[in-house]
């Protein structure tokens, strides 16, 4: 599974499920599929500073600005050789992105887009789902076009369900609407299933441990390290979290990053409350 999210919104999860599909990310809301939040009203990183895509069942990188290097550090690792910036005419500066957890960032290094590339991660089915008493009434007709354009990636053979961005995209609304509703779906059923929500928060919590981090300074490279560094001498052994930037809580090796509305998706799909004949009614 081929994935990458923003630092920013750790629930906005793209899917790369085939070869060809690509977003750019960079501070411009209206070019941007990825918008990096935190240099919305500066001018360090350019309007649209890079594209991820998938070819031959991997991810690459491009840096599209002309300003600025772009930097790619393999979760555990050293950081590797800068980016560089497209010069005039030149060619496009590209490269794949290595595995299975990598972190691409720009010159401030105060954001990451954690690029996963998982052969096979072991994803959980939602919990409880196959318990004959858990709640899962019929999804409420003003929702029901969000749920099956949340759940149709499911659908497509893909293992996670759709973004806030894609569903909006799907029935033609802001992100702030398709937000709103995705979220108004999965807290209906978490109400009806305590256990959904307590294994979401659970996961988030997780996540948000490391948020209250020391200290943090530039860098070479991009990415933001804590202030605190080794005396001179031998380089200290490598550990699985040096490289990782701040804010994120990262799951073991072998898992991969989920959405908030993941168990939820699956338990539509699984319970028959959304179909492929949903999907197929949304307006093409």
């Not at 069942?57 to 980016?83: I, K, M, Y």
């Not at 659908?155 to 937000?179: C, I, N």
């Not at 299933?193 to 996961?203: D, G, K, M, S, V």
């Amino acid at each position: 599974m081929l994935t990458v999210f923003y630092t920013g919104e750790p629930d906005e999860i793209v899917e790369f499920r085939q070869d060809g599909h690509e977003v750019e990310f960079g501070r411009d809301d209206a070019l941007c599929d990825l918008v990096v939040w935190e240099e919305l009203a500066e001018q360090s990183l350019s309007r649209v500073a890079g594209r991820i895509w998938r070819q031959w069942g991997q991810l690459w990188l491009a840096n599209l600005s002309s300003s600025h290097d772009l930097f790619v550090q393999p979760q555990g690792r050293p950081p590797e050789d800068p980016l560089p910036a497209q010069s005039p005419g030149g060619p496009l500066s590209a490269r794949t992105l290595p595995g299975p957890r990598c972190f691409v960032t720009g010159p401030t290094g105060r954001w990451a887009l954690v690029v996963e590339q998982q052969l096979d991660p072991a994803l959980p089915g939602p919990p409880g789902a196959d318990v004959v008493t858990l709640r899962a009434p019929a999804v409420p007709g003003e929702l029901r076009d969000v749920a099956a354009a949340l759940c149709e990636p499911l659908f497509l053979g893909g293992r996670l369900p759709a973004t806030y961005a894609q569903v909006g995209a799907r029935l033609d609304v802001s992100l702030k609407t398709a937000r709103g509703r995705v979220d108004r779906l999965v807290g209906m059923y978490e109400d009806h299933n305590p256990i959904l929500r307590r294994h979401r928060e659970a996961r988030e919590a997780r996540r948000d441990a490391h948020l209250a981090g020391p200290d943090l300074v530039r860098s070479p490279g991009g990415i933001r390290r804590p202030a605190s560094r080794p005396a001179p001498g031998p380089a200290p052994p490598v550990k699985s979290r040096t490289s990782t930037p701040p804010g994120l809580d990262l799951p073991e090796a072998g898992q991969s990053s989920l959405p908030r509305s993941y168990d939820v998706a699956h338990l539509l799909v699984r319970r028959g409350l959304v179909t492929s004949a949903d999907v197929e009614r949304l307006a093409r």
